[in-house]
């Protein structure tokens, strides 16, 4: 009998590795939560692209924040701080740093390694307060970034990272939901033109704690969030929401991870996209997993794009995993499409002109998204933002 190899035909080991293993009985990884974790750069293989978590991804444009030394150093910010709140950078080993997550792949890992001192965001009141971060000064050069967010035991606040200009950035963002706490954070990327900026938010949500955590990325060249909530209470409460506008040339991706680790977690995913102009692209990459013991779960993920021009394209990926047959319910969806005839027909049919009805069926499709972020001067130059992408496309 002939035996023949992977090699006599040319053939590659998939990236999650298999046949050429040099471990006896080798097994890929499976599950989200089965990916390798560390705190080291130089735990993780170089990517050339071809692994699973980065193969929609354009690795050329990225090679700097994947490989190079990056300048730790704290940038410059404005904010405020309002009592009950508190913002201060803090070194390196502040208890706060490695209490939500450790990094799945490598330029969140070279972030970790490089950073220097990290954004400390603490919520302690009792009564809503809101933070509000801006940045807008960091320029071309390669940096790490760190920013941890804790909402105190039953403290109730809005934390809100606003970026624009031009940037050169990869960073990990740690959140902690205390028990009993609710918080409510946005992180909006509205950056420059050229700007690549790759982000890991790494999340865990206490006992009877209720998160609300909203990613809105309108501008730059390549924009990658990567968030990954555990909603590890019993009684947590995860709501995680989405808002892309993709113009040409942008590469806006988004790979969203909820783990219901603890019994009685309530889930829902929604995230929504519109793309426009040659080249125009996105990845949304939606995972939901119910551990084996989060019985009595509730959840549901959802994704839609919404395409309006030729010369786009919008990936959309939902995967649900569940590991216990005692849940209230669970189930995800994925759509992609162009306008809706119906909708345009019925506003045409009450003398609306076909430009201004395609105009408010895409300030419609998004607007449920912006009602979500839960503060209202934000909300307001959020509509602004999606009126000016609109201006002189729709036609």
Not at 44 to 49: K, L, R, T
Not at 295 to 309: H, I, M, P
């Amino acid at each position: 009998m002939t035996v023949v190899t992977p090699e006599q035909h040319g053939l590659k080991a998939h990236s999650d590795g298999g046949w050429d293993a040099s471990e006896k009985g080798f097994v890929p990884v499976q599950t989200r939560s089965a990916r390798p974790r560390s705190f080291e750069h130089t735990d993780f293989a170089p990517v050339n692209g071809l692994e699973a978590e980065w193969k929609l991804t354009p690795v050329k444009l990225i090679k700097p924040l994947l490989d190079d030394a990056l300048d730790g150093a704290p940038y410059a910010i404005d904010t405020d701080a309002p009592e009950g709140t508190s913002v201060e950078w803090v070194a390196r080993d502040d208890a706060r740093i490695a209490s939500a997550g450790a990094p799945e792949e490598r330029a969140s890992a070279n972030a970790w390694t490089n950073f220097e001192q990290a954004l400390a965001i603490t919520i302690s009141g009792e009564e809503h307060s809101t933070v509000r971060i801006s940045r807008s000064e960091l320029g071309n050069t390669a940096r790490a970034g760190h920013i941890v967010i804790t909402a105190r035991a039953h403290s109730n606040g809005t934390v809100i990272v606003e970026s624009s200009g031009s940037a050169l950035l990869s960073e990990n963002v740690e959140v902690v939901v205390e028990e009993g706490a609710t918080l409510n954070f946005v992180s909006v990327q509205d950056w420059a033109d050229d700007a690549i900026h790759l982000a890991s938010h790494f999340v865990q949500v206490g006992r009877s704690a209720t998160l609300k955590h909203t990613v809105v990325s309108l501008g730059g060249k390549v924009v990658r969030v990567n968030p990954s909530v555990h909603l590890s209470g019993e009684g947590a409460d995860g709501e995680l929401y989405g808002l892309y506008f993709a113009d040409a040339g942008q590469h806006l991706e988004q790979r969203v991870y909820l783990h219901h680790e603890a019994a009685q977690t309530r889930g829902r995913v929604n995230y929504k996209g519109a793309l426009q102009g040659g080249g125009a692209r996105t990845v949304w990459v939606g995972d939901v997993l119910i551990g084996p013991n989060a019985a009595g779960t509730d959840s549901y993920e959802q994704n839609r794009n919404l395409v309006l021009t030729e010369g786009t394209r919008a990936d959309s990926i939902p995967n649900l995993e569940i590991e216990t047959g005692d849940i209230q319910g669970a189930g995800h969806a994925s759509a992609t499409g162009r306008f809706d005839d119906e909708q345009l027909f019925y506003l045409q049919a009450r003398g609306i002109s076909e430009a201004e009805a395609r105009r408010l069926v895409v300030i419609g499709f998004l607007s449920e998204i912006v009602q979500k972020v839960g503060d209202e001067q934000l909300e307001a130059r959020l509509h602004t933002a999606i009126e000016a992408e609109l201006e002189g496309t729709i036609s």
